[in-house]
Structures are given as structure tokens and as C-alpha cells.
């Protein structure tokens, strides 16, 4: 089971919006609207962020929304912010014997 | 609150075995899974499989079955990761974390995170 594809950074100024995008196969985020999103801050465990391709947990920022199209979902973070800077990984449950695969990872930076 | 608590950070030489723990608290222990990740010096995150404390079934991921075994003990909340014939590439920050969702894909509390470091 390869990882999911991401972009290995992108970047935005404060107050902009950004999309991270997260590509995988028909047997994962094609499949089935199972994905996840995670923030890591450097030298902390990660932080969910969405579930089930857009659901928010509670105490997460309305500024962070999940979509998916096909085999691709996206990850949008509006009213960019200094704090927002982070690694973010997406991850998907996956038909094959794994059941789950994360993503490669992005840098964000905040400009 | 609700957190998960994991073991001091290990040391072990290549060709030995480590056992990772994780305390849960604030939830009731069997009614979600544990899932444990870990994540190689400066690279990504890794799923390394999952154990429902319900029932104690487990998934491994594929290229740790045979060296990985996770169990739980509920009479105490916690979950344990052992990995046997460590080598140098599994240095690491290992987590667990708190699973739900379909078959436990996703994970919405974490531990701190426990390193692992193998070296001669």
C-alpha cells in the first residue's frame, strides 16, 4: 500500500486561503468518504483536524474544511494564520489488507 | 480529561524487542480502539496497525506483520505495542492514539509520543 500523494509544501500570507490536496487510488480516497486530516507543530503528536472527509471535531477552527472529488480530496484553510504553520497529513481507510495509509505530508508556511 | 499516557523513552540495541505502553483515561477503554503510528526522524507518519479494546482484535500493517503484536489489558486501561528484531530503521517517535470510525481509520486523541531509538 503506497502513501498518499501530497504536495510536499505550500504557502500562503495571513488572511489567504489555501488547499492542500491528497491523492490516492479507487480503493481508498476515491472509494469511500473515509479520509482524515492532521496537524502536526514541529516536536508534537499530531492533532485531527477533519473526519469523514469534511466533519469538523469540536474545538477545531470553522477556517479548516474537508472536501473530495474522485480520487483526490482537499484539505482549505481560510483566514490563513501565523499559528497555521504546521506539517498536515491526510489519511485515508483503504480496502487493502492495511486498512489505513496516510498521506506524504505538507509543510505550510505562513509568509 | 480525556488522555493518553505512554512509556519513557527506550534505547535498545539491533535484533532486540521493545514494549511501548499507553494509558487511557477520561473514556471508557473498550468502547473505542487504539491505534499506534510512528514517525522516523524527520519523515511522515506511519500506521502501524490497530486493536479494537473491545474485543481485542487486531490489523497490522503489512510490512510489520510477524515483528508487531498489540494487546490491551482492560482491567487497567492500557494498550501495549511490541515490536521484536528491531533494526537501526526503526528509530522512531512512536504514538498511540485513540481510534474510531470505520474499521478505526481515524485517530482523535494522541499520546505524546515515545522514542525509540535502536543502535548499537
Known amino acids: 500500500q503506497s502513501a498518499l500523494t501530497q504536495p510536499a509544501s505550500v504557502s500562503g500570507s495571513p488572511g489567504q486561503s489555501i488547499t492542500i490536496s491528497c491523492t490516492g487510488t479507487?480503493?481508498?480516497?476515491?472509494?469511500?468518504?473515509?479520509v482524515s486530516w492532521y496537524q502536526q507543530h514541529p516536536g508534537k503528536a499530531p492533532k485531527l483536524m477533519i473526519y469523514d472527509v469534511s466533519n469538523r471535531p469540536s474545538g477545531v477552527s470553522n477556517r479548516f474544511s474537508g472536501s473530495k472529488s474522485g480520487n483526490t480530496a482537499s484539505l482549505t484553510i481560510s483566514g490563513l494564520q501565523a499559528e497555521d504553520e504546521a506539517d498536515y497529513y491526510c489519511s485515508s481507510y483503504t480496502s487493502s489488507s492495511t486498512l489505513a495509509v496516510f498521506g506524504t505530508g505538507t509543510k505550510v508556511t505562513v509568509l | 480529561q480525556v488522555q493518553l499516557v505512554q512509556s519513557g523513552a527506550e534505547v535498545k540495541k539491533p535484533g532486540a524487542s521493545v514494549k511501548v505502553s499507553c494509558k487511557a483515561s477520561?473514556?471508557?477503554?473498550?468502547?473505542?480502539?487504539i491505534s499506534w503510528v510512528r514517525q522516523a526522524p524527520g519523515q511522515g507518519l506511519e500506521w502501524m496497525g490497530w486493536i479494537s479494546a473491545y474485543n481485542g482484535n487486531t490489523n497490522y500493517a503489512q510490512k510489520l506483520q510477524g515483528r508487531v503484536t498489540m494487546t490491551t489489558d482492560t482491567s487497567t486501561s492500557t494498550a501495549y505495542m511490541e515490536l521484536r528484531s528491531l533494526r537501526s530503521d526503526d528509530t522512531a517517535v512512536y504514538y498511540c492514539a485513540r481510534a474510531l470510525g470505520f474499521y478505526y481509520y481515524y485517530m482523535d486523541v494522541w499520546g505524546k509520543g515515545t522514542t525509540v531509538t535502536v543502535s548499537s
Open positions: 479507487s480503493s481508498d480516497v476515491g472509494g469511500y468518504n473515509y
Open positions: 477520561g473514556y471508557t477503554f473498550t468502547s473505542y480502539g
